[in-house]
């Protein structure tokens, strides 16, 4: 009888820590559930971002092939503009 009582209380006690693992593990999951969410919202910022200085780009070279800006300054504009879209391709890729 003592043996039984000994067995059901090694399974009682595994029993517990399952369920504490589980607890964790479901903690877990939800943890890095919101840490994807929060890194898709990111994603996507930076994506709008690279979009819109894409156009600004665009512009860009569209007012200075129109000669409306010096091209020193059009030359200046458009690689800064590239800069700030390798740091966000950067970004995204990381």
Known sequence: ???LGLTVE????KTQKLVL???QLKEKITN????QE???KQL????A????MEEKMANNHLTFLLG????LQARQKVNELLREIEKCYALLNR
Do not use: F
């Open 49 to 52: 971002r690279i979009q819109q």
């Open 21 to 23: 693992r589980n607890r």
């Open 44 to 47: 996507n910022e930076q994506a």
């Open 1 to 3: 009888m003592d043996e």
């Open 68 to 71: 409306k800006n010096d091209s």
């Open 38 to 40: 929060q890194l898709r």
């Open 32 to 35: 890095l559930e919101t840490d």
């Open 10 to 13: 090694g399974i009682i006690n």
